[in-house]
């Protein structure tokens, strides 16, 4: 076995954990597996004969390439397109593997993703990764006291996550106000059900704030009237369906009786994933007007579309 090959072999052992590392810093598991990628770049390069405890050298190096990441993510106001899910780590572990799923939830991702870039590393690799705050400064360049003040400021942000709202009932009534005031252009009630800090996002980047989501919303009332409600990954949700299958879905996580984030979904890859259901009975009106699927042509349309910079 050459020294390359006992390399990666060492690398191998260690991946899943990266991953778990850099999905949980990110919120994308495509720049996760760029991330980890970057770090296996890094380590072929480098000297790490005396390393003695290879793995803590790895999730460093995975550490400060995320921190990177995030920061040049924040500088052009960009946001990862796909849902995040928590990815599985080499050596299962039911008991941890609940616990980071729990930790991970939709409304846990909506604070992590206002928290500043050091922030959010020294919460994740502290909290969900026991990494000591003396490694975490040495990543930031910073004190480990600061290190610490850091994830203290972000875990109680963290801690003040509102949990997102359950009740079917209740999610298909704000889905129903949603649909009344998009198909009507009713600026003012599109509002009622949108949380302040609402983001809206697609393949093609990401809307935020109520009053921008609000007015492209109220302009796409084409579309919202042939938009049916339905079960999306058992919440409530939208869909425009062609030839009996959807073609356009709405995603919601809805916190506090408002719509909090609203996944637009439209990439055949990314719909084949989702499971859209019909309402069970009891979850709202009798009748929908728009409960037959309709036959829907792609319309060009600035919906949820984020501005371009000039």
Not at 18 to 38: K, N, T
Not at 267 to 282: F, I, N, S, W
């Amino acid at each position: 076995m050459t020294d390359h090959e006992f390399l990666a072999g060492r690398f191998e052992a260690h991946r899943g954990h990266l991953r778990a590392v850099a999905h949980r810093m990110l919120g994308s598991a495509a720049e996760a597996e760029d991330a980890v990628q970057e770090a296996w770049f890094r380590l072929s390069r480098s000297d790490t004969g005396g390393v003695e405890n290879l793995g803590g050298w790895l999730t460093t190096v995975v550490g400060r390439v995320c921190l990177d990441m995030l920061r040049s993510r924040r500088s052009r106001g960009e946001q990862p397109l796909e849902t995040w899910r928590p990815a599985p780590s080499a050596e299962p572990d039911p008991v941890r593997d609940a616990l980071l799923a729990d930790s991970v939830g939709p409304a846990l991702l909506v604070v992590l993703d206002t928290l500043s870039p050091a922030e959010r590393l020294a919460f994740v690799l502290h909290d969900l990764f026991g990494v000591p705050f003396e490694e975490i400064g040495g990543i930031l360049g910073r004190s480990p006291a600061a290190a610490r003040q850091l994830a203290s400021r972000a875990r109680r942000r963290v801690r003040g996550v509102r949990a997102p709202e359950a009740d079917l009932a209740r999610q298909r009534q704000v889905v129903d106000a949603f649909l009344a005031a998009a198909r009507n252009g009713d600026f003012d009630g599109l509002l009622e059900v949108l949380d302040p800090e609402v983001e809206a996002r697609t393949e093609g980047g990401v809307n935020s704030g109520a009053a921008r989501v609000a007015a492209a919303a109220a302009s796409f009332a084409r579309l919202a009237r042939v938009a049916r409600p339905v079960l999306v990954d058992g919440a409530t949700g939208l869909a425009v369906f062609a030839a009996g299958r959807p073609e356009r879905v709405l995603a919601f996580t809805f916190v506090a009786g408002r719509i909090a984030v609203i996944d637009i979904i439209t990439g055949p890859a990314r719909l084949a994933d989702l499971t859209v259901e019909e309402l069970p009975p009891g979850t709202g009106p009798a009748q929908d007007r728009s409960s037959t699927p309709t036959v829907w042509s792609p319309l060009v349309s600035p919906f949820f579309r984020k501005p371009r910079r000039r």
